[in-house]
């Protein structure tokens, strides 16, 4: 009996030791249920993006500068990136988001989305297709790109605190419509996101 | 039936002590082999160890899991990265091991208490200490502006600023570390055309650091900005901006950070040739007499005359060296109870004296730091032929030196105090084994081996962040120029394109 009692102390201090070395374990998404919607970091992730992007969208819609493109026989809008001005690295999720602005704009019809970064890349291929070893007849024409008349663009800021064993970090973005010709600002609103680790 | 017990009792007893001998080498075995190819110049093949200790196959893959100590391996790799100029690589690691170290600073874990508390104090979560989180972002900083991406840099800068903030509402002692990091952004946010940011920012550096290299950047900002401080404008009329205002203030300047403000001086001429060699290991001080007057291309400190004033900059960053690194060390229970005394309760001394007097404690393993590497050497700046002012901007190796000798009285009194607990912990298992002496004596013995055993004293730190960290800045035309970076008696000989009004950070980094 007494023996028994020795070595299960002795036991379970070994076992306190074997739990103290226990690390995590590498999962794929659709092996937990629930994984996306789980705060990972402090960083923006994928329902974030969804927030935001229905909250300007939802604004955008029900803007009068929507109104104006309809009067305007579907006008040309490009999209440019966010400023990233925040204590995060999240410019290839802010990309995700413009991506996903342009996706909505196309769908719902209103306006033509040029894309104003690879204007460059697109004149300089039509530069090369005018040499003599494309088929003329088969080659894109000069002339025929379409300048956009507003941006779509956007700031994104951050309020970044630590205290203790906490951090937070609140973002506010600022989605902006402009117009090309005047630099007038016709539609901003606002989102915000708070992540936290406590 | 007895007897079988007891065979059962031993072999378990046995097979514990076994058991426990198989635990974790301590962090410094497991990179005792890549920093000794770091010592011998084989950044390369460092990179390979660390890539095997993490497991992954190359340095572009990152490992499985990211937390627990592999957040350090993770770390130290960053910096061989750094050294071997894969920019965006070291970022990245960085970029992971920040987000790993914050967590692991808040993360609780009652377990990991009982197991600090009866094992070893590397058994819990790895808790950097506050220099080692400014470094992440200073660092990444100067990986970021080698790349000429002000984006990234300014990121950083704003988690520094950050944790700079955090820190400073602690009082925390590493506060010297907060100038090369707030340089490093003020110049981000200079580049950046943002030159309120970028005064708050050096204003803060002075406050840590005499920047003399700051003169020039600090007079053409301010013509700029309505931004002033008492210490921007010291700088501007040539004084000692760390200095205090009375003579029986307390001074600004935390005494760590007064490294030798000049560790190569302007104007000393490189051959003709640009044959760096011939030179390079030249006193700088003589070199200085020899050459006095000489001045780099376009290299004009003086403010912008009449004509329009389209000049570059050249950045210089050189980290060289590298901190101590902590290793396992084993002394007298009586020096170690003297080292403790101040963090020890008057019991636990009281019982440890008793344990050393009857014989059962002679020694104390714990965490001791070693030396640092590359503190004496002098790193130079080569321009266009000439040799240009290198500033020192911090002695990291001291703050690691600081900050260890701050919390080692706290280390040895925890190593003592898992002595105590294991010696009590084998005597309640002797006892548990009642009249049987020989049993007793076998749980007692082998409980304090398999707890001996486990007790590796917590050597994990960034043992690959550079010694010493030195600027330089010059002015210049724009157009090529050939830059010339030395220490430890490496060269790295770059041209450079300075656009109009622009700028190109060249770093160097020499972890041996």
């Not at chain 1, 201090?13 to 794929?28: N, S, Y």
């Not at chain 2, 590397?122 to 950097?128: E, I, N, Q």
């Not at chain 2, 760390?242 to 302007?266: G, I, N, Q, Y």
């Not at chain 2, 730190?461 to 090529?480: D, E, H, Q, Y």
């Amino acid at each position: 009996m007494k023996l028994g009692r020795s070595l299960a102390f002795v036991l379970t201090l070994f076992a306190i030791g074997q739990l103290t070395a226990c690390g995590p374990k590498a999962v794929r998404g659709d092996e937990v249920e629930g994984l996306d919607d789980e705060a990972m970091s402090t960083g923006l992730d994928r329902r974030d993006l969804q927030k935001m992007l229905h909250e300007n969208m939802s604004a955008l819609q029900a803007s009068a500068v929507v109104k104006r493109w309809e009067s305007e026989d579907r006008p040309a809008v490009a999209v440019l990136t966010l400023r990233n001005d925040t204590s995060e690295h999240i410019d290839s999720v802010l990309e995700a988001l413009i991506s996903d602005v342009e996706t909505q704009l196309i769908n719902a019809g209103h306006v033509r989305v040029v894309s104003v970064e690879r204007q460059g890349q697109l004149m300089q291929e039509i530069k090369q297709q005018q040499t003599d070893s494309f088929n003329p007849a088969q080659v894109a024409n000069w002339g025929q790109q379409i300048g956009a008349r507003y941006f779509i663009t956007g700031k994104v800021f951050s309020a970044d605190e630590r205290l203790d064993d906490e951090r937070r970090v609140q973002y506010f973005m600022f989605m902006q419509v402009l117009s090309v010709e005047t630099g007038e600002i016709l539609f901003q609103n606002k989102t915000s996101v708070t992540k936290a680790l406590i | 039936m007895t007897q079988t017990l007891r065979f059962v009792a031993r072999r378990g007893a046995v097979l514990l002590a076994l058991l426990g001998l198989q635990a974790c080498a301590g962090h410094a075995d497991r990179t005792l082999e890549a920093r000794s190819a770091l010592d011998a110049g084989r950044p390369k093949a460092a990179l390979q160890l660390y890539n095997e200790e993490l497991d992954v196959k190359s340095e572009k893959e990152v490992p499985e899991d990211v937390g627990g100590d592999n957040t350090l391996l993770i770390l130290d790799r960053s910096m061989i990265l750094q050294q071997l100029e894969k920019y965006s690589l070291a970022s990245r690691d960085l970029e992971l091991a920040d987000k790993q170290i914050e967590l692991l600073d808040f993360s609780r874990n009652a377990l990991d208490s009982i197991g600090k508390y009866m094992f070893s104090d590397d058994t819990g979560p790895y808790k950097a200490p506050p220099y080692e989180k400014l470094m992440i972002n200073t660092m990444n900083m100067v990986n970021y502006l080698a790349r000429g991406d002000l984006n990234g840099a300014r990121i950083e800068a704003r988690r520094l600023a950050v944790m700079q903030k955090y820190l400073r509402d602690k009082e925390n002692p590493a506060q010297a570390m907060l100038g090369p990091g707030s340089y490093l952004a003020g110049f981000t946010f200079e580049k950046s055309g943002k030159p309120d940011q970028a005064l708050r920012y050096y204003d803060e550096a002075l406050a840590f650091g005499n920047y003399q290299s700051l003169r020039e950047a600090v007079t053409r900002l301010s013509s700029l900005s309505g931004y002033s401080t008492p210490r921007l404008r010291k700088l501007i009329d040539g004084q000692d901006p760390t200095k205090a205002e009375r003579e029986d203030d307390e001074p600004a300047l935390h005494a760590s950070a007064s490294l030798e403000p000049v560790l190569a001086s302007a104007g000393a001429q490189l051959a003709k040739s640009y044959d760096f060699d011939l030179l390079y290991q030249q006193d700088p001080a003589q070199a200085a007499e020899a050459g006095a007057g000489a001045e780099a291309a376009g290299g004009d400190e003086s403010p912008p005359g009449d004509k329009e004033d389209d000049s570059g900059e050249i950045f210089a960053i050189v980290n060289f060296g590298r901190v101590p690194a902590k290793f396992a060390k084993r002394i007298p229970i009586g020096l170690a109870l003297t080292y403790a005394s101040a963090w020890m309760s008057p019991a636990d001394q009281q019982r440890a004296n008793e344990l050393a007097l009857q014989g059962l404690v002679t020694w104390i393993n714990y965490p001791e730091l070693g030396k640092a590497r590359g503190t004496y050497d002098n790193p130079g700046f080569g321009l266009d032929g000439d040799w240009q002012q290198l500033e020192g901007a911090l002695a990291v190796d001291r703050e690691v030196r600081s900050a260890y000798d701050h919390a080692r009285g706290a280390i040895i009194a925890a190593a003592i105090t898992r002595m105590i607990a294991r010696i009590v912990a084998g005597q309640v298992a002797g006892k548990a084994a009642g009249d049987d002496d020989a049993l007793a004596l076998l749980l007692n013995l082998g409980t304090q081996a398999t707890l001996s055993a486990a007790d590796t004293p917590d050597t994990r730190s960034w043992a690959t962040l550079p010694a010493r960290i030195a600027f330089g800045r010059v002015r210049v035309t724009p157009g090529k120029h050939q830059v010339l970076l030395t220490a430890r008696g490496h060269k790295l000989t770059e041209t450079v394109d300075v656009p109009a009004n622009g700028f190109k950070v060249v770093a160097m980094t020499v972890l041996e």
